[in-house]
């Protein structure tokens, strides 16, 4: 802590500087007017970068956001059960995307190819076939008879 009457050499100087305005410098034989175009001259070709950037900001926006969707969504559009999805991951038809935040994320593209898949190729229509009726059951019936004669 400083005591109020005395000041250090170096405190001094700062007041003093901060009371006398600096002077401006000299100017130079128009070196100055020629570095403050360059100066203007760069920036506005950042700033006409800067308005490029937004722009393709502002239009990839919606594309970014529809690259992948959750495991919720990918249940919807497939019409299947979760289960089914995890099935699918595992499998490799599916692929995982980022997480975002906490959800489970799986990308559109492999979404499309399993729907596409399953619109080429017509589920097979499989025939019931009866029941047979008694099946087994005349090995049962010898056995039963060993049973009973013993």
């Not at 059960?81 to 906490?102: D, H, N, Q, T, W």
């Amino acid at each position: 802590m400083k005591s109020q009457g005395i000041t250090s050499p170096s405190d001094s100087a700062a007041i003093q500087d901060e009371s006398q305005p600096t002077p401006n410098p000299a100017p130079d034989s128009g070196a100055e007017p020629h570095l403050l175009r360059e100066i203007y001259a760069e920036l506005c070709k950042l700033r006409a970068m800067v308005g490029d950037m937004q722009n393709r900001i502002a239009n990839a926006a919606p594309v970014q956001a529809a690259r992948a969707i959750s495991i919720d969504a990918a249940q919807a559009l497939l019409g299947c059960g979760r289960s089914r999805i995890f099935e699918l991951l595992r499998s490799g038809a599916l692929r995982r995307a980022p997480k975002v935040g906490k959800v489970a994320m799986i990308t559109l593209d492999s979404i499309e190819a399993v729907q596409e898949c399953f619109s080429r190729e017509p589920a097979p229509k499989r025939k019931r076939q009866p029941a047979q009726q008694n099946t087994g059951r005349a090995e049962k019936d010898a056995i039963l008879k060993l049973i009973r004669q013993a």
